[in-house]
């Protein structure tokens, strides 16, 4: 599992219009090349009547499975353009489709590329960039006695807190970077004077909003 890595919110879209032509930009975020595939006819069943649907995606740790598809445009116009969109964005696990209805007008080889990049960006600014960082869900037991000082320290410190269970005792569950566990272990055990109870549970992704870190 990488450490951490780009990718989008979820699924969106947005829509542009450049010389009377409507370029609709589909975003999704996909697992498999098997999710990326099923997302593009989905789209292409969608607008069946567009003059083009065209598409890219990235798949994989290693963005080791790369897709492009121009669907009927001059070759390269459009689905290298949008691959190349998800690229200067290090977006992984990204699967984007952007519909034209033709508007009568004719852009040539560098409109058509500026026009499908325009449209990948509108729609994955729209759908939102999120950073996935691997973490340690740590649990901190205490009496209710100890509560508002522990969750305000937790508040103001580098570490997220992911939630709060009210029961017998207070548990919440804090988000640490792996290998830092044993860092702030000493710092809760400090901070209620060993009164706190602390395990380890599982590992996975938090997710962090992070649409405005990336330029176009």
Known sequence: MLNNYLTVNGEGFEEIVIQKSRFIGYVKRVETEEEAKAFVQEIKKKHSNATHNCSAYMV??????????????????????????????????????????FGGIKLGAGGLIRAYSGATSQALETTGIVRRQLMRTM?????????????????????????????????????VVEGEED?????????????AKITQEEVSYMETDVTTEKGD
Do not use: C
């Open 60 to 101: 994989g740790e290693h963005d080791q499975i790369q897709k492009a598809h121009d669907d009927g445009e001059p070759s390269g116009t459009a689905g290298v353009p949008i691959l190349d969109v998800l690229k200067k964005k290090e977006l992984k696990d990204t699967a984007v489709v952007v519909t034209r209805y």
């Open 139 to 175: 649990k901190v037991t205490v009496d209710y006695t100890l509560l508002g000082k522990v969750e305000n320290e937790l508040r103001n410190s580098q570490y997220a807190l992911k939630g709060i269970n009210y029961l017998e005792h207070v548990e919440l569950e804090v988000y």
């Open 183 to 195: 860092a702030f272990t000493s710092w809760m055990v400090d901070l209620t004077s060993g009164q």
